[in-house]
């Protein structure tokens, strides 16, 4: 018997090409190609799934493969072994030692306060960015 609330699930064997997109806590333990949108949701990469997507949830915890753009209006964790090209953007993120990540960050609390100080700071030559 499943639990009422507990996560979808993508199995090892599934390969979904298109959108993904849903309202409930989904784990991909398989491929995915295209786009997963849960807005409200936790996704969960299974440290066997291969994700070639962009990705917008509410938490994203990464243990495999992504190549692709992960939004978040919460938190991204990248656990050690994991593998990400592209760029985060979220309110907070954890990387682990030994995790894999190549693209920009983007901690959306934290560009507003650096576009301020930014601003109000004198300009300088051959100065350090």
């Known amino acids: 018997m499943v639990a009422e609330n507990a996560p979808a699930r993508i199995g090892k064997t599934v390969v979904i090409r298109g959108e993904v997109q849903g309202s409930e806590d989904l ?4 491929r995915v190609e ?3 949108r849960l807005s409200e949701s936790r996704l969960t990469i299974g440290q066997h799934a291969n994700v070639a997507a962009d990705i ?3 938490d994203v ?3 495999g493969t992504v190549k692709g753009n992960v939004s978040a209006s919460g938190r991204v964790e990248l656990r050690a072994g994991c593998t990400v090209e592209g760029d985060i953007r979220a309110l907070r993120l954890a ?3 030994n995790a894999v990540f190549r693209g920009k960050v983007d901690l959306t609390q934290s560009a507003a ?5 930014a601003v109000n700071a004198p300009q300088q030559s051959g100065g350090i960015f």
């Open 61 to 63: 915890l990464i243990l």
């Open 34 to 36: 295209g786009t997963v």
């Open 56 to 58: 917008s949830a509410r």
């Open 95 to 97: 990387v682990e030692d």
């Open 27 to 30: 784990i991909v333990d398989g």
């Open 113 to 117: 306060k650096t576009t301020t100080v």
